[in-house]
């Protein structure tokens, strides 16, 4: 691993500023954990403080006032939140439909792969098409399934919080850029705003990117395995599933009983861990999203064991 260097500053070389000089701007271990993500997107990652901070210093870094987001319908609700807030500063957005193209007039479209909770996939070439620059949340399909930059993307973004990170013990985002120049503005963004991931997490992200294929492929085996049991039980509604990775949705008539009833998988927010988490999402995003939706995300654990305390909490 990577030696966690915690200073925050850094003597200069010869009278003149280093390639280190104030951790504000950059330090070794974020520097390290970028070039490692970099590697495995193709292109030239930055690290925050989280991923909304990933998301502010974005769209804020490319925007001026009057412009505008087109974002994808049934993505994570807190986008759409976080871009309300920027409304403030003159930032309009909309929703569309991801499945097709992009409305006329969107300086940036905001796709989301898949998206949160209702598992759909972008059309990737007909955002690249449109006129405006593509951002492509990919938490959920990690590079291990899907490499934006490699679908007409300009970036790639990810709440790293999730399965990049990977064991919910670290809180951080990313954004990965195609164009160089494109990452130096945003750099410099970043450094005036101080929006920047600190020496902790980076080293902790570092850890977890060693791991990430193995656990990635593990998680959707077991997935796919709760995926065509729960297609099967009659307590179940609808199930969506994009495929790949460890994120679904299903629905049931009585979300808080299922909820309460588990044993083994927790009943908690957030994803992309080694354990897995089940909650209802309506608590959070009201009648946006069907009131029986539960969101899963899929661990390590043994299938057999994950089904057995979903078969009898659905009972």
Known sequence: MEPLDRSTIWPYEGGEPGAFYYQRYAHPTGVAAERALGELEGGSALLFPSGSGAITSLVLALLEPGQTIAHAEGAYYGTALLFEELSRWGIRHVE????GPPPDGADLIWLEAPSNPFLTMPDFEAAAAAPGRVVVDSTAATPVYLRPLE????FAVHSATKYLGGHSDVLIG???ARAVEDAERLRNFRGRTGIVAAPDPCWLLLRSLKTLPVR???ITANAETLVQKLQAHPAVEVVRYPGFGGLLS??????HKVETSLRAIKNATSLGGTESVLESRA??????VPAGLLRLSVGLEDPDELWAD???ALS
Do not use: I, S, Y
């Open 96 to 99: 569309f439909d991801q499945t």
């Open 174 to 176: 990313a954004v990965v």
């Open 310 to 312: 979903l078969e009898q």
């Open 283 to 288: 608590r959070w995003e009201g009648d946006r």
């Open 216 to 218: 990635m492929e593990r």
């Open 151 to 154: 679908r007409g993307a300009d």
């Open 250 to 255: 299903f629905d049931v008539a009585d979300p």
